[in-house]
């Protein structure tokens, strides 16, 4: 009966580390990946999400997955799944950074408070919230499922991604941020302009009017205002750009 069973326990053994090679890439990922990675999400759902993930994308991956081992396989698939989730988090901080900016040049960074892990202005924090709610209804999963299965063919198993490349590709992210953030604030930083010349122009004409008490509610509200018109075609921005880098993540810089 043993010898019978054999095969079948060859073939589950084989399954097995396949499954965990996959799952170190994926898990690496997940670490940091937008909205199924934040820190409010239990380390549980997290393994769960890790987990699913491994099971979708392994029928795709498993024949390059097979024909690779030795002991720096752990440390390359770790390392290359956290590259990936840092270059997606990038948008995310974009978020964050477009929110601070708007934030200061309104004057709205001490209005409410976000209730994430990581501290940030009520504008930052809606801005978050917004582009995650956004991305996961266009369909996160499934791009993200499709990135990793592309990422085989450009970062094949068993070896460690090229220093070189690696750091080019995360310059790139980084500028990619805050040339996105502020494109987004730009709005606000236009405007927090405009109000500040103008209550200098006042101020010299009417040096006995307390501009800054006069001028403090009309910034608030309309930072509030524009906070309503033109974050909805930022958001809109935003997900064009972030859409563009999961289509083509590596862009030849591998």
């Known amino acids: 009966m043993m010898l019978d069973l054999s095969p079948i326990l060859l073939l589950g053994q084989g399954f097995l580390e396949t499954g965990f090679v996959i799952f170190l890439r994926v898990g690496g990922l997940m670490a940091v990946l937008p909205a199924f990675g934040e820190q409010f999400l239990s380390a549980r759902i997290k393994l769960v999400l890790s987990f699913a993930f491994t099971l979708v994308v392994a029928p795709a991956v498993a024949a390059p997955v097979q024909a690779v081992g030795g002991g720096a396989i752990i440390l390359g698939e770790a390392l290359i799944g956290l590259a990936l989730g840092v270059g997606i988090r990038f948008f995310v901080l974009a978020l964050q950074v477009a929110g601070t900016i708007a934030a200061q040049a309104t004057s709205l960074s001490q209005l409410f408070g976000g209730t994430s892990g990581e501290p940030q202005p009520a504008v930052g924090h809606l801005l978050t919230t917004a582009g995650l709610a956004l991305a996961v209804m266009a369909g996160l999963h499934v791009q993200v499922a499709a990135l990793i299965i592309a990422s085989y063919d450009v970062l094949p198993p068993g070896q460690l991604p ?93």
Do not use: C, K
């Not at 501009?211 to 921005?237: E, K, Q, R």
């Open 162 to 254: 090229d220093a070189e490349a690696l750091r080019a590709w995360g310059v790139s992210g980084v500028t990619r941020t805050f040339g996105l953030a502020f494109s987004i604030a730009a709005p606000f930083v236009l405007a927090g302009l405009v109000y500040n010349v103008a209550l200098g122009v006042i101020n010299r004409a009417m040096p006995q009017l307390m501009v800054s008490f006069v001028g403090a509610p009309a910034l608030t509200l309309g930072g509030l205002a524009l906070l309503a018109i033109a974050v909805p075609s930022g958001l809109v921005h935003w997900h064009a750009s972030f859409t563009t880098f999961l289509n083509d993540a590596f862009g030849g810089a591998w």
